[in-house]
Nanobody, 117 residues
Framework: QVQFVESGGGLVQPGESLRLSCAAS????????MGWYRQAPGKQRALVAD???????HYTDSVKGRFTISRDNTKNTVYLQMNSLKSEDTAVYYC???????????WGQGTQVTVSS
């Protein structure tokens, strides 16, 4: 059973940065497309960034130019660098393997990001 452990969230002020990490069991980070999702209060979980096995990246419009997804295959870890954070980025962030832009495995516990002054 594949497991994900997300970390790096916290409480920051608008304009600040955070770097999220997602440690995955097995070698799925190296072999498959991976994505970062977020779920804000009262909203559905949504994909915000993904990276293909070939290294191509994609972002939802609201985070383009501010977020960067990357991965370290040797550590089976996916990262999400978040800059210029806004209050609307407040959410619980999760990672997962993607198959046709859909999550494949059970979710981890996520990591809370709160952007507030």
């Amino acid at each position: 059973q594949v497991q994900f452990v997300e970390s790096g969230g916290g409480l920051v002020q608008p304009g600040e940065s955070l770097r999220l990490s997602c440690a995955a069991s097995g070698s799925i980070v190296r072999d498959y497309a991976m994505g970062w999702y977020r779920q804000a209060p009262g909203k559905q979980r949504a994909l915000v960034a993904d990276v293909t096995s070939g290294g191509n990246t994609h972002y939802t419009d609201s985070v383009k130019g501010r977020f960067t997804i990357s991965r370290d295959n040797t550590k089976n870890t996916v990262y999400l660098q978040m800059n210029s954070l806004k209050s609307e980025d407040t959410a619980v962030y999760y990672c997962n393997r993607l198959l046709g832009n859909l999550p494949v495995h059970p979710w981890g516990q996520g990591t809370q990001v709160t952007v507030s002054s």
